[in-house]
């Protein structure tokens, strides 16, 4: 499966303290604005009063602009109080030297104030953060309690990952001894290089690539999706900004993601893998049709519907396939699991496709026993275009058919 490479709803890492022109423009403004307002009534307040006049906007832009706007305000209005509230007026000379005493003052006051602000608003910030996450986190947890099969696990990591960071994502199953992809988002690198990291992570259950000591190059940060006993899988994040995003506390949210994962497939392998639903298929309206099975949680699965394989240019296969019928008003999803010649669906296959002139041919297996659960039979059709497009085209015409009796 690939996913698109722009998130949904992703929550940035927000940057403290970002040094931005803009920012030191309006500490000017302020600080010249305080500085006029004071200059108009400087026979009413008095030197003093004056003094905590133009220690407002720097506490102001302390608070909303940063450490760094703020200590520049804190300059500036040293140099205008001077120049304009000290005698000689107009000029920047002291003639006594005890104010130097109070223009250090005033800017360690402001250094201190400017201080106190930025960690405030980084702990906020982190705050914020942080609840975001648990609630993803959360949100995580309760999806991959009702996952079906593993792609449905694999797709809501990558959803939920991709809401807490702005990051491309692969995650490694093991498969006949080695790591393949299940899923990733497109942007995300999976060559030779990466397989051998994920491999080795699988391998050894220790963190590795970007960010860590082992095979710091990499192109991404590598983790293994354990559980209790063993390791499930490998999940890879790269990020844009690495060197903010890999904080010890990010990285306990990451191995939580990883550790979600891993228990969700764990799960899934001890009651048994429902296939996933194939996407872009039409829906069909299965009510009063013939049930198949049970699965686990009384999922009811029914025959119906239909896939389409690509054969070559000018032939489609279509198989009957079973259908999740878990939705309201009868409407399925197409599974991967082959129903028998002995199904009606095979006929009403081949009646639709006739009805439609797409020239169908029946073909039936004799190798197989015709069993109710063994794959008998298929039906070829002569017709070029989109498998979804001919699927829906078919399911229409099988649909109508049910409906007219």
Not at 176 to 200: L, M, P
Not at 339 to 361: F, H, M, Q, T, Y
């Amino acid at each position: 499966f690939l996913f698109a490479g722009k998130s949904e709803q992703p929550v940035p890492e927000e940057k403290i303290g970002i040094i931005s022109p803009l920012n030191f423009v309006i500490s000017a403004l302020a600080v010249i604005l305080g500085s006029l307002f004071g200059f108009l009534l400087r026979d009413i307040l008095g030197q003093i009063n004056l003094l905590f006049l133009m220690l407002l906007p720097v506490v102001l832009i302390a608070i909303f602009l940063g450490r760094g706007p703020s200590i520049f305000a804190a300059v500036l209005s040293v140099l205008i109080f001077d120049f304009l509230f000290i005698p000689p007026y107009f000029t920047f000379a002291v003639s006594d030297v005890r104010y130097f005493l109070s223009y250090i003052l005033f800017i360690a006051f402001a250094f201190v104030i400017s201080n106190l602000a930025s960690n405030l608003q980084y702990k906020v910030q982190q705050l914020q953060q942080s609840e975001s996450r648990n609630t993803a986190l959360y949100e995580l947890s309760q999806d991959l309690v009702t996952a079906q099969n593993i792609d449905q696990v694999l797709h809501l990591m990558i959803r939920h990952a991709r809401q807490i960071f702005q990051c491309d994502m692969a995650i490694f199953l093991p498969e006949n001894g080695e790591v393949s992809v299940g899923a990733s988002t497109d942007r995300f690198q999976v060559n030779q290089k990466e397989f051998g990291i994920a491999a080795w992570v699988w391998h050894n259950g220790e963190p590795a690539g970007m960010g860590t000591d082992t095979l710091p190059e990499a192109w991404a940060y590598y983790l293994p999706m354990k559980t209790t006993d063993t390791v499930k899988g490998v999940v890879g994040f790269h990020f844009d900004n690495p060197e903010q995003i890999l904080t010890p506390e990010n990285k306990v949210v990451i191995d939580t993601i990883a550790r979600l994962g891993a228990l969700a497939i764990e799960r899934i392998g001890a009651e048994g893998d429902v296939p996933a639903p194939l996407p872009g298929v039409y829906r069909c309206n299965l009510s009063g049709y013939e049930n198949a099975f049970l699965t686990r949680q009384s999922i009811i699965l029914q025959k119906g519907n239909l896939d389409i394989m690509l054969k070559d240019k000018t032939k489609l296969v279509i198989w009957p396939v079973y259908l999740d019928a878990t939705k309201s008003r009868g409407e399925g999803r197409i599974l991967s699991a082959k129903v028998s010649v002995k199904s009606p669906v095979l006929r009403e296959i081949e009646k639709a496709a006739r009805e439609l002139n797409l020239n169908p041919l029946v073909e039936t297996d004799k190798s197989y026993p015709k069993s109710w659960w063994q794959t008998g039979g298929r039906v070829l059709v002569d017709k070029k275009g989109p498998k979804s497009l001919i699927t829906k085209q078919i399911a229409l015409k099988i649909n109508e058919t049910r409906t007219k009796k």
